[in-house]
């Protein structure tokens, strides 16, 4: 209950809420733009930094589903978040050596890059008994400084998943460059949609072409108009961090 919060979290509930609304509104006008139904886009609250108490406030108003980045600020939030209707999904950079505590808590792990970590990520759910699944990163302009696969390594990955048991390829994520032209912004995008219909066209066993998560707080108008079906905003439903 919000009379029961500090002043402080009482402010950052109502900013959040203000910022939904509005979100709520543009993704609504691009997918219409678009010529899609927006209720085939879906909003992930990304929450890294954000308190429980604002988090909670947004999944009461509505707020389905939720992205963490960091394997030991989820953990600390995991048993205070009002999770029974609400996803959570990891979209964060993941070391292998942190899969096994995050495995059964999360419904699905955006940020797969590598065939290292989709075989620990499968061994893990192995040993659990459960089938966890992903979406592989794409680094889809070969940034250095990014994660993700590139694109000449994607086939390799994917084909390697498909023998794998306990995993299973849903979907693609993205993170594009910094780019203030609107244009250029967009050709990455249309490159990741492309992308998406090919993967899909092949018909791979255990590879399904069902998320393509791209698009943040300062982009998300893009990647709509480009073919997104998910958009991960943080800083614009919360504030900067």
């Known amino acids: 209950m919000m009379e029961k919060l500090s002043n402080e979290l009482i402010l950052k509930c109502k900013i959040a809420e203000e910022n939904l609304k509005r979100i709520n509104y543009e993704i609504e006008e691009c997918a219409i733009k678009a010529g899609r139904n927006p209720k085939s886009i879906q909003l992930l609250a990304a929450t890294k930094t954000v308190p429980c108490e604002v988090i909670n406030h947004c ?39 942190k899969v096994k505590k995050i495995i059964g808590k999360v419904s699905l792990i955006q940020s797969v890059n590598s065939i290292e970590l989709a075989k620990e990520i499968s061994k893990a759910s192995s040993q659990q008994g459960i089938k966890t699944n992903v979406l592989i ?7 250095k400084s990014k994660s993700g696969i590139s694109v000449n390594n994607l ?17 693609l994520m993205l993170i594009p460059p910094i780019c203030e032209e609107s244009k250029i912004l967009r050709s990455y995008f249309y490159k990741m949609m492309q992308l998406f219909i090919d993967i899909k066209s092949k018909k791979l066993d255990n590879i399904n072409m069902e998320i393509l998560s791209m698009g943040m707080s300062l982009d998300y108008r893009e990647a709509i108009l480009e073919g997104s079906n998910m958009v991960r905003i943080g800083s614009a439903i919360f504030g900067i961090r």
């Open 59 to 97: 999944i009461s108003l509505g707020i389905n589903l939720i992205g963490e980045n960091r394997v030991q600020e989820f953990l600390s939030k995991y048993d205070n978040l009002n999770l029974s209707n609400c996803e959570c999904h990891f979209i964060g950079n993941l070391q292998r050596n």
């Open 137 to 143: 990163e794409v680094n889809i302009a070969n940034e």
């Open 155 to 171: 086939y390799e990955l994917l084909y390697e998943v498909k023998s794998m048991d306990s995993i299973s390829v849903i979907g």
